[in-house]
């Protein structure tokens, strides 16, 4: 018999690593770098082969090399060099079904296209449910959606009907980040055709992106068909938004109470909000006396002891909540009394009883956002509670942060962005947004170091990838003089900002490249030249410069949008000009809706266009130009 190769000399190709990554990510559900026992219990039975919880976790142990508890991607390659080494021989469980989950992956395969009617994409039936009910509740009063709304709870696949015409995702949408469409922009009616129809999708996706959807596969086709996987994936995200939209210290400045001994405020700031959340779950546990502690919202709160604790501390006292349910031994009917006492705080939304009792990570964790937005149980002592912080600093996002942000999660990126300074310090987001600026150029194999990293290794780590993206980015012929990968592990605010400003830059312009087919970078002025000579064969006044007053108007932006759909702009909703500021941001806000309308991805804000921001007023120039190019 031939001897097994030593797993350690295989290499893998370019190629084999981007499928395993592939792989990796349908396991790491929630793309945090860690496969835990729950996310491979979902994914065990979307393939038809659901597993008892100890099978799983004997499945972990196989790979877990440092066991922590759970799969980092680092173990998972090399459970795979590990099974060719034995030619799948004498192999784990785990690694013989990573093979059926990547036949599935091509099979099921995850583009646009993918909404034909032969796709093998299933959805699930509690999402569909839940989030059926919260849209019932978050738009359901709205009068444009009479004829949508409610969706019946007998017959929740009528959400994929109410979709169609796009009126319901915009609504959703401005429910989760108010003021992202101007509703002047959308078509209403009951008789809208096909083109009106694509119109209201298409302001749908790319405000999906502005506001940090990832929209990567997801086109106006899918969401007019109702493509079942596709609409509540897209749905999924836009009702995340909304909901850790409030989880901040000026929407609860109580917050600082969740700090532990030695602690200050940065460490809230820079807590993910699924982590924020079991921290806010934890420290009600202990306020109410028990040494009940959870880590996940999956099999930790299968038995619902912990939402019955939590419920009595938050619940105002006039509601009667009590722990009563705990002397409940069935499992379900202590999940269904938990239900009827969320009932009570007007906070039953997400989860049947069944979905608690089988762990449903991602509707768990929604039930409790919602229990945290409507019911946080935190006082705030006053301004002792924020040490040496400044309240502005501690709430507020600038808005070229908030723009930067947003466009990298819309783009994919992994993990998703909450903090920009902070979860771009490992540098993996930074390459991955070379990586779509050059495809390519990154060495992701044998230059990267894939978090999570140990402890000791963190700092080291970290500051290496963020050297390899310095390095890349003057490979790119970016200007990043003084800049050094430690000020990006550091979070120097000024150099971050000047390098993300320069790969979005790049990643927007390098679109017109393409279109034009040039070998040299498109300048500013080539832009201005663009957009003028649109204006002129309209007979419409010219723009200077990206610093021009008159685009503080946004007349300029209205004469080129109707250049490119003539008709798409109602003058008689335009303040010609405007009399103040209140009519040059309704002038702006237009502007912006309209152009995502016709499918321009801009990603600035209406008060970049009244202050005339250069930077952020050439992005959307640019992708109108982008726009009008793709066209021909």
């Known amino acids: 018999m031939a001897a097994s190769i030593d797993w350690k000399s295989i290499e893998l190709k370019d190629d084999e690593m981007e499928e395993i990554k592939a792989t990796f990510a349908e396991f790491d559900q929630d793309g945090n770098g860690h496969v835990t026992a729950e996310e491979l219990a979902t994914l065990f039975k979307a393939i038809g082969e659901p597993m008892p919880g100890y099978q799983l976790r004997e499945l972990i142990d196989e790979v877990d090399e440092d066991k922590s508890g759970t799969i980092q991607f680092e173990e998972f390659v090399n459970m795979v060099k590990k099974g060719r080494s034995k030619s799948g021989k004498g192999t784990g469980t785990l690694y013989r079904v990573s093979g059926k989950v990547r036949a599935n992956l091509k099979k099921m395969g995850g583009t646009s296209a993918a909404s034909s009617e032969e796709t093998t994409h299933t959805h699930s039936d509690e999402e569909t449910v839940a989030f059926a009910d919260w849209i019932n509740h978050a738009v359901g009063g709205d009068d444009d959606l009479k004829a949508l709304l409610p969706i019946p709870s007998d017959n929740p696949d009528k959400l994929f009907g109410a979709v169609k015409n796009g009126l319901l995702l915009a609504k959703l949408i401005n429910s989760a980040v108010p003021d992202t469409i101007d509703e002047r922009a959308l078509n209403k009616g009951s008789k809208l055709n096909t083109f009106h129809v694509g119109e209201n999708q298409t302001l749908v996706v790319m405000s999906a992106a502005a506001i940090g959807v990832n929209t990567i596969n997801v086109g106006p086709p899918d969401l007019i068909a109702g493509t079942p996987h596709i609409v509540l994936g897209l749905l999924w995200q836009i009702i995340r938004i909304g909901l850790f939209a409030k989880m901040n210290v000026r929407a609860v400045p109580g917050l600082a109470a969740l700090l532990k001994d030695g602690e200050d405020m940065s460490v809230l700031l820079t807590m993910a909000p699924e982590d924020l959340l079991l921290r806010w779950v934890n420290y009600h546990l202990e306020k109410a006396g028990t040494t009940l502690r959870i880590r996940n919202f999956g099999g930790d709160i299968k038995d619902s002891e912990a939402y019955v604790y939590l419920l009595s501390q938050i619940a105002p006292r006039e509601l009667g909540v009590d722990t009563s349910a705990l002397s409940e031994r069935d499992t379900t009917q202590r999940a269904e009394a938990v239900l009827v006492n969320a009932d009570k705080m007007d906070c039953r939304k997400f989860v049947t009883a069944k979905d608690i009792v089988n762990g449903n990570s991602k509707l768990n964790m929604a039930f409790v956002a919602n229990l945290f937005n409507t019911h946080p149980g935190l006082e705030s002592t006053g301004a002792e509670d924020f040490g040496d912080f400044d309240m502005d600093d501690l709430a507020n996002e600038t808005r070229e942060e908030r723009t930067f942000r947003n466009w990298m999660n819309s783009l994919g990126v992994k993990p998703f962005v909450h903090h920009f300074y902070s979860d771009l310090a490992t540098g993996i987001i930074i390459l991955q947004l070379i990586d779509k600026v050059r495809p390519g150029i990154v060495d992701w194999e044998k230059k990267v170091n894939n978090p999570p990293f140990k402890k000791f290794q963190a700092h080291m780590k ?68 663009f957009a003028n000579a649109r204006l002129k064969e309209a007979k419409k006044p010219t723009i200077a410069s990206f610093k021009d007053p008159y685009i503080g108007t946004s007349m300029p932006l209205f004469h080129l949008l109707d250049s490119v759909r003539p008709g798409v702009v109602k003058y008689d909703m335009v303040h010609d000009p405007p009399a103040n500021e209140e009519e040059k941001l309704a002038n702006a806000k237009l502007a912006i809706s309209l152009a995502r309308k016709i499918g321009a991805g801009v990603y600035a804000l209406p008060e970049d266009v009244v202050e005339v921001k250069p930077k952020m007023v050439m992005t959307i120039f640019a992708c109108i130009q982008a726009r009008i190019m793709s066209s021909k």
């Open 462 to 529: 970290s500051i290496e990838n963020c050297n390899y993206a310095v390095e890349l980015g003057k490979v790119l012929k970016m200007s990043l003089v003084g800049i050094g990968g430690s000020d990006i592990y550091a979070g120097n605010q000024l150099l971050i900002l000047g390098f993300v400003w320069q790969l979005m830059r790049a990643y927007t312009t390098k679109v017109l490249q393409d279109l034009s087919g040039s070998s040299e970078p498109i300048s500013d002025a080539e832009i201005v030249d």
